[in-house]
């Protein structure tokens, strides 16, 4: 059978450390590495010993040979590629999150009912293998009725390429929520079937640093790049907030920066029978009561890595029809609350959702 | 000059591990013992050598050589019984909560100003020697702004004398937040300067244990007494929300009982130069970020017992009318706070006060 | 209600330390503490501040206030002293081993037989809070079948009172299987409910020490008095062998003395489905598998005193004649038991049970 | 001198681990690489750049210039391929166990005598150091008389390449205790002195895994390939049992899977003036009493490679005629007692062997 020919629009980092590796494993083919930045495209070329360098993605939207793009570019632009593959036929694997905003990932998910092609969306959690250990226990009813989730990815000092795309509104669509809350907000949802929200109180904040004072922010390293002291932050770096939804309450803290001690990435699950604290990217401890004795165990298991299980899943799903639970639909779960928290935080009031 | 004559109400737990030994060390004497349970009265006579067994207040009231009371009784008569003494011109110190609602408080608060009596609560916190020294650390700018504080009053199981006075609402008027909640908020408020709240968005459950379950319920040990099965537990053991106020945000976590590892008892104030963890009824710590190096200290100092300081201070403004920051008027700002937390998880809706 | 009277027969280190202080704690009153060592039963009369002091077990037989009696002595006279109690129409709780032989035992059992008297065996660990929770876990099917039980109570250099009555068969009736061993089988036969023992194999060594070399056995302390060279040591210090029962097969390997580096005190359930580790005397760590993860658990839970509980349900058993699972009938399928392992260890030959 | 020649007849791991690495750097020189699977045969002469591929052992049977085989072939085949061998006047290195049942073994030694050529099996801790330095210790009277061993080679779970040959009885003639026991018991015999074996009581079970339950069980990884839920597992997981031998006692427990903590590898010889633990593939502590201070202590050594003194030894006998201890005739011992603990435990009886 022939190969499914690839397409990887974006060659930064999380093309670079996640989605070609991950290819390269896979039974696609790379065709092309695209990227604006020309070295970058030619880079990967050279790296990787396959594929073409485009340097605009319109130039291969009509080549029938394509199947299938991940798109790994900043948020800005995964709405007006995506639809565009879309449009022309390709199916479409697009980085977390979907769009900047609720608005444009409606008009992600219409591209994709009218086209009929695959829009999945970089929800890589959905293929962790701990992640998934810890739902089939939830869904197994061990814990009882989850009826509370705590969420905390509290970083010391860690605001990614200051002055840079991740802290500029109109290329990041915001701060600490898009970039680190999409992924434990989805996670979580994917943990308790994906309830709707229902009210939504939350309140951001640009304290530690904003475009006055981003030469006296300290930090010891700085991913994505040093700092731009002639660039713009006009992000949040920290939010918190109250949800409830038509299953459990949701509490919860975000910081790329704050003055605390240490990391505190973790995801309380709350049940009626016993809980579980995650480590986000790690593993999972369960604590129960039985008979008037505490249980705590953190179960061993073999892991995969999740971002070859979200490209296989991806491939396979093209061929198969099958709706994974990556799918833009589901997504919107997510997006939805995510505007509502954002909306929350400008009204300094509570939404509530129909 | 002669000794100042007080009266002990309630002779339970907190009597007999906090004011009556301050009392016995302070300036004062013990007048009274007084408890509807005569056994408890007449140990107490018996146990510390002094004063007098009563077992109905009312007989003491009009004792022209009565100078004080403390009343150490369950909340549900604190109300009554703090009035009746002030009416007859004693001065007061009234165990928290003030009463088990803002509406009984309020009564309260009426009670001193016409009396012209003194009437504080038992905040014992604010004469605390760590907290004062965070609370100075505050005042003195140290942290720069405080834009958020997170409260965790979280432990896996300790339930108070299930089926009794702490569960049952009658009685206590609540559970985990009217029993721990309000000493963390009155330190947070203390802390930060008694800033008024602005929104409240809570939800309160009663999921491992009801009156229903009572006797699933797992735990390990139990304080204020066995279980009494045929009680009643019909108040909340977890709490959460998120509060705006005229200053930092404060999102807290509070419970009895969960399914965790270990009890998680501490404060996060954030401010925009430095932050602290106060781990609470003990030291804290300080994180700041300087010149790209980040720091952390723990200061150590000799503390006093907040109990003894507390009483000192009751009897010492007695006499020279200075007014405490445990003042039935500063206790109003975490009264009105309580009954919004209480009434927007009733609500299951954001309550917005004026 | 009158309170039940009681003697203590024999006031060496077994009653000291565990039956006259839970005596002290219960509703009895201890009316005789008799030894024929005089300043034995002396001393506790006058270290405990009660009873009447004797010499001769046989003065207070007849004696028709005295309710009930624990035995305490060495193993040789635990039969006679019983049955002579239960035909004088006392209750017995009798220390373990019942008796030195099986022989012995069976007269015992008779004679409560024929009394309807009660006689309990000082099984003290049926009566403990962590084998309790265990047991409880595996009645409730938790683990699954339990196929087999491996019992480790080794010590690298503990053998007690060398020359003394522990290490003298004609008093003890037996070395390491009489001493711990009996407690190790009868903890795992109450755990796995009491079933019949089929096939028994099993060898007895006394190599690192007996009568010709006593003076050449190293230790660093030594429990049950200091070395009496004249004495006799001809009971074995290790015992291995392999039974097959009605349910799990047990492998057992105990010694007193052995070139080992630590103490190794644990029983291992294995069950299909989850198995357990004790460790003897304190908790138990349980192990499983699930949806290829595998689990560890340490429970936690508050403990009482299992002789105090021992005591107590042997009290109250005279007065409500329920039987305990103490009871020298249930105590013959260990006894049995441990008849076979000395018969083929002696016969170097596996024992079939009818 | 003309180099020695040899064929490897199997191509799976044992040879690509072991085997082959060890006849690259020794004396010899491979001729061919045999494999059923014809990719595995080329495979092995494309990676080593030498040798011939063939696909059946037959072919090369008569070839004159063929010295020796390493026969590294699953169970059921052993016996064959090495008579076959013998026949032609081949050397003959046949990896463990000799054969899967005693009978198949003595048809193998039969064919040695005939043939008079060498036939040593697979037992390579007779060729590891540690385990020679502890032998030499036993051999010089250091443990004085070794009363008693320990073998415990217990793992929670690591049943090898599930439905595969090795859980395939009609290949692999058992399970743990014909893959694990033989090295253990083989070891144990060798640092004992290969004593007979007087009586054998054992139990096997299939409890955590069986044709019915493949796809429960539960593991994080698996050697020797993924399962075959189509496949077999019809073997032993878990084997107990007590062995009397005219030298010490032997009581063992091994199990590829069992609901334990960890893995324990270890055997414990126990004697009169010292003991020692030994871990398995590792090193070893010996521990003694002297003068009343107890000592334990463990030796450093430098280590050679196990294989390689194995497959040298082989070409060195070849050569002087040295009858080496892993000769087929010392194998009988371990061979022998494997059939007992087989036959005891499908007679759930003592074995009495003559």
Redesign the interface.
């Known amino acids: 059978m022939k190969k499914l020919q690839v397409a990887v629009i974006g060659c930064g980092t999380i093309a670079n450390s996640a989605h070609i590796p991950a290819y390269l494993k896979s039974e696609a083919e790379i065709r092309y590495f695209c990227d604006i930045i020309p070295e970058r495209a030619d880079a990967a070329v050279e790296k990787y010993g396959c594929g073409k360098a485009v340097y605009d993605y319109h130039e291969i939207l009509d080549d029938p040979e394509l199947d299938a793009v991940s798109v790994c570019t900043p948020n800005n632009v995964h709405k007006d590629i995506s639809i565009d593959f879309l449009k022309h036929g390709k199916h479409v694997l697009c980085e977390k999150p979907a769009a900047r905003n609720l608005e444009d990932t409606i008009e992600m998910q219409k591209a994709q009912h009218e086209s009929g092609k695959v829009l999945n969306i970089g929800v890589v959690n959905r293929f962790n293998t701990g992640v998934n ?1 810890l739902k ?2 939830i869904d197994k009813g061990f ?1 009882g ?1 989850i ?2 989730v ?1 969420a905390s990815f509290r970083s ?2 860690s605001i990614p390429g200051l002055g840079g795309m991740f802290t500029t509104k109109e290329i990041s669509g915001g701060g600490v929520l898009i970039d680190w809350g999409v992924h434990f907000l989805d996670l979580i949802m994917y943990c308790v079937g994906d309830p709707k929200a ?2 939504v ?3 951001t ?1 640009s ?2 640093c904003d475009n006055q004072n981003m030469k006296d ?4 390293s700085m991913w994505a790049g040093p700092p731009d002291y002639n660039g713009t932050y006009d992000v949040e770096e ?1 939010i ?3 949800i ?1 939804t038509e299953g459990p ?1 949701i ?1 919860l ?1 975000g910081a790329w920066a ?4 240490n990391t505190e990435m973790y995801i ?1 699950f ?6 579980a ?1 995650l480590n986000y990217g790690g593993n999972f ?18 892991s995969t890595n999740h971002f070859e299980n979200e490209i296989n899943a991806f491939l396979s799903c093209i061929q198969t029809g099958e709706k994974l639970p990556s799918h833009i639909d589901t997504n919107m779960v997510t997006a939805r609350l995510m505007q509502a928290l954002y909306d929350s935080a400008e009204a ?3 939404v ?1 959702l129909d």
């Open positions: 250990k089939n226990l814990f009725e009826y509370h705590y010391a000092r229902k009210t109180s939350a309140t904040y304290k530690l922010y300290s930090y010891t920290f918190t907030g109250h409830r309450t509490n803290q704050q003055n605390i001690a309380d709350l049940g009626t029978k016993a809980g604290r401890t369960i604590f129960y009561g039985e008979d008037n004795a505490l249980y705590e165990s953190t179960p061993k298991y073999e300094e009031r509570e509530v």
